[in-house]
């Protein structure tokens, strides 16, 4: 069964450093999305992207985040100058087309500032 | 604007009870759609069940069942007979139908269950 797939599966950076965080949607989906879930909290958007451009975005997603589809398999995730309270599970999503799809999760990337 | 609520943050049951988790949204739209998602330990999202709010037949798989009811703006979660393998967090989530499809999630509930 196809799946979306995240990497790395864990990130520890210093503050102030640049990550990307990559992800694999599901191969014919057309949706893609970036949520993040600060640990023991629920989990938050932050983006979503359809046809090579952003659709929406939270209050979360500022400046220092960006989204991109380098290729037509990858969707990646910068944060440009990372703080301590970026660290997260990040989890990618990708949906089919119409909004009646669901969204299917990746495994996540935890992100550790320090 | 678009909310989830899931007021129970913890439940503990003994293996074998039947248990019910609670979700309560709030949405504008009148085309919605109504999810739940479950987190292992593992922290992976694991879909369970999507809904459309023209739809509020209730729905069963195997020990799972789900009942909505727009008119209390309830979309209940129960589990049959749990098993340990059901602990894990719950997330219920809401998506619009205007919007672009992204997730607005409750707060989960943990479940655990105890042999």
């Known amino acids: 069964e196809p799946e979306v797939t995240q990497t790395p599966s864990h990130q520890v950076t210093q503050m102030g450093q640049e990550v990307i965080l990559r992800c694999v949607p599901i191969s014919n989906h057309l949706y893609f999305y970036w949520y993040r879930q600060i640990l023991g909290q629920k989990v938050e958007f932050l983006v979503s992207f359809y046809n090579n451009e952003i659709s929406e975005k939270s209050e979360i997603f500022d400046d220092q985040f960006s989204v991109e589809r380098p290729d037509g398999s990858n969707f990646t995730l910068k944060i440009r100058s990372t703080k301590l309270e970026d660290s997260a599970m990040y989890f990618c999503?990708?949906?089919?087309?119409?909004?009646?799809?669901?969204?299917?999760f990746g495994p996540g990337t935890r992100l550790t500032v320090l | 604007a678009q909310k989830v609520t899931q007021a129970q943050t913890e439940i503990s049951v003994v293996e074998k009870e039947d248990v019910t988790l609670d979700c309560v949204y709030e949405?504008?739209?009148?085309?919605?759609?109504l999810f739940w998602y479950k987190q292992p330990p593992s922290g992976e999202l694991v879909f369970l069940i999507r809904r459309n709010s023209f739809d509020e037949q209730n729905e069963i798989s195997g020990r799972y069942s789900w009942n909505f009811q727009k008119s209390t703006s309830s979309f209940n979660f129960t589990i049959t007979a749990s098993q340990v393998v059901d602990s894990a967090v719950y997330f219920c989530?809401?998506?619009?139908?205007?919007?672009?499809?992204?997730?607005?999630f409750g707060q989960g509930t943990e479940l655990s269950v105890k042999p």
């Open positions: 949405t504008r739209d009148t085309t919605y759609y």
């Open positions: 989530a809401l998506s619009e139908g205007n919007q672009g499809g992204k997730l607005i």
């Open positions: 999503a990708s949906r089919l087309g119409d909004r009646t799809d669901t969204q299917y």
